[in-house]
């Protein structure tokens, strides 16, 4: 016990990217720049975005390493790394999107808690690992209907009133489902797994919000019912706008899981200067959950006036609107739009649609809540147009 | 063979509920008065919806019925309506929606092609049947990963230019799954299934469009690919509201499956007249597909300024908001509020909010589609208001 451990100080983090955007050092919580972000549809792992509720856990000897399956299991696990390395290696192309990402926007309407996100607290990677389903088949778990979950433990010491660890669960169900691609993670782009990103051992829960793909696992329990914690159950909620600090009542809401659908505008960034008479490159992406993929993604350069449909892709710049069968559900799509600029002021707009035809709203202030969790309003970009002869 | 077919005229129509709200009459098409769809949880066979294409087909002798069961599966299957009954009988509560439920509001944005609907195209009831996952493996299909469907097709005689018998296609891994718990049902609110809803079998695929739960079934074939035929490839998608008639390409959109969050507010009627000073109860219902359950309804009395949250329930008044765990995923929730009346003008609004935090969008020019599908954007009631005095 006690080779892989949450410490108490900050002495022992890990190496950062210098260009991060940090939102809190301590614990540290950095989101990539916009533009870097579209650059390519696998996001490097340093640029990926941290999210952290203490100081990075330490591991002494990876060979020491035990993952415990537990609970209502009939055969009880401890497995090293070399065993789930000895499992059919399965990867998964899933973009993991903090409930929080675009936090800050929604703050501008309202006061919310939480660390201030602008548009990229998300990323997109390739996760290999061993599948939880072929983990718990191990230990002897059958599919079955019921109202069981499986819960994930970390060893990272959050704040005392956050109860200890950090855990997270999912129903048994989709954990048990093969179509759900639920993973073990021990590499991340092809690579090791890094400490920032939960070494040695993660959950990926595809198309959940991220609060849920554990990192720096350590325990996987199947319990009764959903986790008791107080990230599944004091926090990563959405309230009505009409509820806030003094009447909220955590047990009338349920855990947030998938995520619905988000397109934000990477570039230009908001107040960027342009010419009047010139192309313009517009680039974002769009998610959404539950393995929904993306189906259109509209673009408006008069603030919502009139409206061009963007063209999305995945992988090498292969059109998935004209290759449906080969897009990665669980993976975000990039997005892009040239437009000839007039004199006009420019507001772009984006917005899109996903494969159950959900869309998103049109204002943020309708979907406040207090704890600022997924904001997918349209997100708008003003510019200044500059005259043609004008040096930029 | 042709013991079950469909005939080409209208001579043998079944006996309808003459309460029923009729959008054509050959094919017949109609629809639940919408104060009777919130008087219960299960829709009565007899108000459910009718969707058709054509004359209802007739069987003359059920015995003779045989299911087919073929294309790439390692044993093709013929089976009669008794070795359906043979095997493990399951029961799904699932809201069926037509795609084009609600168009009638759609087309006053700006004309779309359909049968008009207004807001009682649906219906939940309890469907009994086989699992299509244990046909599938009976005929040797074993859960995989991959880019085939499942046809289903019927007898019914549709026009000719959408090709013959109604057909549709779901993914292989959606048939296979035991949490997507489609069925062949041959009950419906525990009675034997009727003509108009497809007697002697139908497919039911909870959580998805209508469109796709096809009726009068006769073939179920597994094919490398989603079906081609006219209601998967040429209907029953959903363009920008930038695409007519004149610019519109088929190919560049998926055919629709799941369906976003609706909900409809069913009584009060649009122009009735309530007095100021009495309490008015407010209900509808609301849904949403994917099997993602309603996770809130709002209510607004004055047009969208101001909200409360109505009360949701299924099933003999349980309140599952209270009780999360006891939440039909496929079924819809009736909601009610019940508010006092001012002297105000009335105009009542209502939205829901999904297990995935999808919403609805507030305008339908934002979602209009020339054909007229998924109008899921906020409803509107406006209601006269008369002195305390009046006599109603």
Redesign the interface.
Same mark, same amino acid.
Request: proline share 13%; charged share 30%.
């Given at each position: 016990m006690g080779v892989l451990y949450g410490p108490k100080s900050y002495e022992n983090e890990p190496h950062r990217d210098p260009s991060l955007i940090v939102n809190s050092k301590e614990p540290f919580n950095a989101e990539t720049p916009p533009k870097a972000l579209v650059r390519s549809f696998v996001t490097p792992e340093d640029l990926f975005y941290k999210r952290n509720h203490g100081p990075i856990p330490v591991i002494d000897d990876p060979n020491n390493y035990r993952l415990e399956i537990c609970g209502l299991v009939p055969g009880p696990l401890s497995l090293s790394l070399q065993d789930l390395r000895n499992l059919p290696k399965h990867t998964v192309t899933a973009t993991l999107q903090c409930a929080g990402n675009r936090r800050t926007a929604m703050s501008k309407v309202r006061k919310v808690k939480g660390v201030g996100w602008a548009i990229s607290a998300l990323g997109n990677a390739v996760w290999g690992g061993a599948r939880l389903h072929d983990v718990l088949e191990l230990a002897g778990v059958r599919?079955e209907?019921s109202?069981r979950h499986v819960e994930f433990s970390s060893v990272d010491v959050c704040k005392e009133e956050n109860g200890g660890p950090y855990k997270g669960s999912i129903p048994l169900?989709q954990a048990m489902? $093969? *179509?759900a691609e639920v993973i073990l993670a021990y590499e991340m782009n092809g690579k090791e797994l890094n400490r920032d990103h939960g070494f040695p051992l993660r959950v990926v829960v595809p198309g959940v919000i991220g609060a849920r793909s554990v990192k720096w696992l350590t325990e996987i329990k199947v319990i009764e019912?959903e986790c008791q914690g107080f990230f599944m159950q004091k926090d990563f909620k959405?309230f009505?706008?009409?509820v806030d600090w003094d009447n909220i009542n955590w047990n009338?809401?349920?855990p947030?899981?998938?995520?619905?659908?988000q397109c934000p505008i990477c570039s230009p960034a908001e107040g960027d200067l342009v010419k009047a008479g010139s192309k313009m490159k517009i680039q974002g992406y769009a998610v959404s959950?539950?393995g929904?993929g993306i189906?259109?993604v509209?673009v408006s350069v008069d603030g919502g006036k009139t409206?061009?449909?963007a063209q999305r892709f995945q992988d090498d710049k292969e059109y998935i609107?004209?290759n $449906? *069968?080969k897009c990665k559900r669980f993976a975000w799509v990039l997005w892009e739009l040239t437009v000839e600029l007039t004199n006009s002021p420019l507001e772009v707009v984006a917005k899109a649609?996903d494969?159950?035809?959900?869309?998103?709203?049109?204002d943020v202030s309708?979907?406040w809540n207090l704890r600022g969790v997924?904001n997918?309003s349209w997100h708008r970009v003003r510019l200044n147009v500059v005259p043609p002869q004008s040096k930029l």
């Open positions: 599919q209907s109202k169900s489902s $093969p *179509e019912e959405m009505p706008p009409t009338s809401r349920r947030l899981m998938d995520f619905p659908v959950g539950g929904r189906e259109r509209d409206w061009q449909e609107a004209d $449906p *069968e649609v494969a159950a035809a959900n869309i998103q709203p049109e309708s979907i997924l997918t």
